[in-house]
């Protein structure tokens, strides 16, 4: 057996295990009883949950992970790499793990135990639960696109008698505005399939705290496998819009970066004749 046939046999095993995985869940159900649970009472509150908070999170997690990234990515300040290994963290620590210390954190017991009470077991609590995961993502995210800005172009800026904060606006963040933006689509899917701090923090309450992965657990723990196969469709719905997102936002950056170093080469002289 060749080199390329040892190297294919992985590579078919993975793909016929995901093509498998997505033609079970897509053939679980007839058309007509999909269609049925897709457009059920159940479903289309999971749905416009899932949405709006999603949504939300995103918004909190791009204002507080911005500042926080710029400053992360430019500035240099005691402490520093220590902050940065802390602001990792929420990355590898499991989702059950955040939740329970958002619920210690927000609880009867915490230091904001009536702030807390009120978004506990709430939509809102789903909010602060997928905020605090994205906004990790966002953040880390967010200063690898503010480090791979040509810091040249801001202490040109500078020389010219712009302030920092219209550096910040008018040069910096335009120029680090699609990875930011690869980012923020990251962060939403995270936030969108996030299930185990959203069930610490705002349990699993139907039609109240239902998000599309809450439905899809409390549907199959208590047998309605319609509904969960077809909230699992929405989020894998979800998932392949993102990820032709991230897609066309990757090609877009490969295909600008290739005209950067063409127009250098040809500049110096060694670019296609």
């Known amino acids: 057996m060749g080199f390329a046939a040892l190297l294919a046999l992985p590579l078919a095993v993975v793909a016929l295990t995901i ?145 920092p904060w219209t550096v910040f606006w008018r040069v910096e963040l335009p120029l680090a505005a699609r990875g930011i933006a690869a980012g923020a689509v990251l962060a939403w899917a995270r936030a969108l399939g996030e299930f185990g701090a959203t069930l610490m923090v705002a349990g699993a309450t139907r039609m109240k705290t239902e998000t599309l992965p809450m439905a899809v657990f409390l549907n199959i723990a208590t047998g309605e496998t319609g509904i969960a196969v077809a909230c699992a469709i929405l989020l894998l719905a979800a998932a392949l819009l993102m990820l032709v997102a991230m897609r066309l936002l990757g090609a877009r950056r490969d295909g600008r970066l290739r005209n950067e170093q063409l127009s250098r080469g040809s500049a110096a002289g060694c670019g296609p004749a």
Do not use: H, W
């Open 19 to 163: 093509a498998g995985v997505l033609v079970a869940l897509l053939a679980r159900l007839p058309p007509g009883d999909l269609r049925a649970a897709l457009t059920s009472v159940e479903t289309l509150f999971a749905l416009r949950l899932s949405a709006l908070t999603s949504v939300a999170a995103l918004g909190i997690a791009l204002v507080l992970g911005m500042p926080a990234a710029y400053l992360m990515a430019r500035r240099r300040f005691p402490g520093k790499l220590l902050l940065d290994t802390l602001l990792d963290v929420p990355l590898v620590m499991p989702p059950l793990v955040a939740g329970l210390g958002l619920l210690f954190l927000l609880g009867r017991n915490g230091p904001f135990p009536e702030l807390g009470m009120e978004l506990l077991f709430s939509p809102a609590g789903v909010v602060v639960a997928l905020a605090f995961v994205s906004t990790a993502v966002v953040v880390r995210t967010a200063t690898a696109a503010f480090r791979s800005v040509d810091r040249s172009c801001a202490i040109a800026a500078q020389s010219l008698g712009a302030s």
